[in-house]
């Protein structure tokens, strides 16, 4: 006869091992390296939450410390490698196989561990592929979250950076899996429940608050006349034209240009009320102007960022908050609605073939996906109609019966043609196939795909890769906006001319954009200390943005 | 410093009457372009002063197609460069003669 059990059985044997390190639920700092090898197993699937933002950073450091004799062959399943301590714990022999999806600050490190082969790797996932994967094959025995503050029950305050936190502990205890919480503090009652105590196991005091980077903060000082000119392209040949009203921005100074030029040139263009009213996305510093000036309805946010705490907690007209008065946060439902409730999503990358195939991927690099290509591909599953998504269902197919014609989602790439260090944008072949031959991967880390992808916008142009008809007018249409890269010089003139006059390609003047308009006076913003400014206060730069 | 020199012929002269204009700045990845009437209206010439070397084919496919594109007849254009990117570049030209059309005040 069979035990049904068992799971609950191991998970009895790991809470009584962990008990005699713990207070109740509470384990003190000085314990928590015994306790953690008292709980955790060799072999067990371990999530140590590093989520985009927020980090687990005190049991991340202590599961760094522990002895490969006592603990080894886990297997890591974060969304996050952002902490050095996240890589050590591979280094030193404690994890071997690797799932995760984002590892932007740990980009290179973690290319040079799998060349090393120090790293197994499992796959590079977007966010929500990697949660849907927490409920179905790889399900965490063990999850080491991180929480603002605790009551003794184990009920968590997770603060404005709720992220991932609820989908881990939803998959890791509903499954027979312990769940250890470090938080700032143990208080007597927590400010509002967002983890409800029966689900947390136990609690680490780390008397200090969990690490959380600042990664949407771009400085509006650093923003070039070019990627000005860009962003009026984008505001005039795309949000304009299809009135795209529900999207999500990308995190790079592109995006930010047109978060900064709505108040200004969007208002020239009488746009406001019909673009960018409603996003899923975090709470960009740069969209404090366009929000005070009115023009945006409603805001969900994956994560928060740092410094915006106060400004998100009085604009809850705005953003989504709790009766603390702060920002709920929930990386898995922000990325459902960006993929389901957004007709655009428009982002930067590091490379774009000719097929129009984006990676950001390069040889030294390995940055992951995050979640630009959850919101950067077309959802087969929508059914709900809106004016942009049907106007770019038709363009793409204009012939078939409209009823039954599905719309597209807007995909838009957008960048100047030379990068950093004057990289071009435009590449023969993606380094990310180099990687998977090498490390003999059976898919080539590709982030947005060539058949999700709409739109590119460079300074050069727009790309309207709905209205190309063969992959011929497709290579030229890209050629068509590659500018002065080695790509751009070997257009087909003639043919790039013949898209123009179709409007498969549009430039700044074929718009009645004035390249003087280009300058920086029409940001809205041009200093983080603006930014400050516009936002009465209440927007708290962290330390390092500040230079006054 | 490298030294390059255009002499093209312009389908379109520049509009509006000013007798030049300047744009930009010399600071790195940036230059300034000054523009000057004082050619022939089917004629533009380009003189480039630049810090980075061996960049001669990209200069000459921008200059060209500047000129293909936009009204840059009777000019006489002077560039210094401080090792600006492409883009920088055709973005400033692109300026310059928007610049040398506005009306005089």
């Not at chain 1, 184990?154 to 250890?180: F, Q, R």
């Not at chain 1, 009645?512 to 009465?536: E, F, N, T, W, Y």
């Not at chain 2, 000054?34 to 061996?54: F, K, M, N, Q, V």
Request: aromatic residues 6%; contains cysteine.
């Amino acid at each position: 006869m069979s035990d049904w059990g068992m799971q609950k059985a191991a998970l009895g044997e790991r809470l009584a091992a962990g008990r005699q390190h713990a207070k109740g639920k509470v384990v003190p700092i000085p314990s928590l390296p015994a306790f953690l090898k008292a709980v955790i197993r060799s072999g067990d699937r371990v999530c140590l939450e590093g989520d985009n933002q927020k980090q687990a950073d005190i049991l991340a450091a202590a599961l760094a410390n522990l002895e490969p004799q006592d603990v080894h062959d886990l297997h890591m399943v974060q969304s996050g490698v952002v902490l050095p301590s996240h890589l050590d714990i591979f280094e030193k022999g404690i994890a071997r196989r690797l799932d995760f999806s984002y590892s932007g600050p740990q980009s290179a490190r973690i290319a040079r561990m799998l060349f090393g082969r120090k790293i197994e790797l499992g796959a590079v996932h977007t966010y929500l592929e990697l949660f849907a994967r927490y409920f179905i094959d790889l399900t965490p025995n063990v999850a080491l979250i991180a929480a603002v503050s605790a009551d003794k029950d184990g009920n968590l305050y997770t603060g404005p950076n709720t992220e991932d936190t609820p989908t881990v502990v939803e998959a890791t205890s509903y499954k027979n899996g312990l769940v250890v919480a470090q938080v700032t503090e143990i208080v007597d009652k927590v400010p509002r429940v967002d983890i409800p105590g029966d689900l947390v196991h136990f609690v680490v005091e780390a008397g200090r608050p969990f690490y959380v980077e600042p990664l949407f903060t771009r400085d509006p000082a650093a923003i070039t006349e070019t990627q000005i000119l860009t962003a009026m392209l984008a505001i005039k040949g795309i949000y304009a034209p299809y009135g795209v009203r529900r999207l999500n921005h990308g995190i790079g100074f592109n995006t930010a240009a047109i978060e900064l030029l709505l108040p200004t040139y969007g208002e020239k263009l009488g746009l406001k009320g019909k673009v960018c009213t409603h996003f899923a996305l975090n709470p960009h510093p740069t969209l404090i102007p366009a929000i005070e000036a009115g023009w945006i309805d409603q805001i969900h946010c994956f994560g928060s960022e740092v410094g915006m705490e106060n400004y998100v907690a009085a604009r809850s007209d705005i953003f989504f908050t709790g009766p603390d008065g702060s920002l709920r946060s929930n990386r898995a439902f922000c990325q459902t609605a960006g993929l389901y409730a957004c007709d655009m999503f428009i982002g930067s990358t590091l490379q774009i073939d000719l097929e129009g195939h984006s990676s950001t991927v390069t040889t030294s690099r390995i940055a992951g996906f995050g979640g630009a290509p959850n919101m950067g591909s077309d959802p087969r599953g929508r059914r709900h109609p809106s004016e942009p998504w049907l106007k770019a269902g038709a363009e793409a197919d204009p012939d078939s019966n409209a009823a039954l014609r599905r719309g597209r989602k807007l995909v838009v790439q957008i960048g100047e043609t030379f990068g950093e260090r004057s990289a071009p944008l435009f590449v023969e072949r993606l380094d990310a196939l180099d990687l998977a031959q090498e490390l003999e991967l059976d898919l080539a880390p590709v982030m947005v795909y060539s058949d999700d992808v709409t739109h590119i916008v460079t300074e050069e142009g727009i790309a309207n890769l709905l209205m190309c008809r063969s992959k011929d007018e497709r290579e030229q249409a890209i050629r068509g906006v590659a500018g002065y890269t080695d790509i751009g010089r070997a257009r087909d003139a003639k043919l790039v001319e013949q898209l123009r006059q179709r409007g498969v390609i549009r430039r700044p003047e074929d718009l009645g954009i004035d390249p003087l308009d280009a300058d920086r006076r029409l940001l809205a913003a041009r200093s983080i200390k603006d930014l400050m400014l516009a936002s009465g206060g209440l927007y708290r730069p962290p330390s390092r943005f500040r230079n006054w | 410093m490298e030294k390059l020199s255009f002499r093209l012929t312009a389908a379109r002269s520049a509009g509006g009457t000013r007798a030049q204009a300047i744009v930009g700045v010399v600071a790195s990845g940036n230059l300034e372009v000054l523009l000057e009437r004082s050619h022939p209206a089917d004629t533009c010439t380009i003189d480039i002063a630049t810090a980075a070397h061996g960049f001669g084919a990209v200069w000459d496919a921008v200059v060209r197609d500047f000129v293909a594109r936009r009204s840059a007849g009777g000019l006489r254009i002077s560039i210094n460069d401080g090792g600006a990117r492409p883009d920088t570049v055709a973005l400033r030209l692109a300026q310059g003669i928007r610049k040398i059309e506005e009306p005089e005040r």
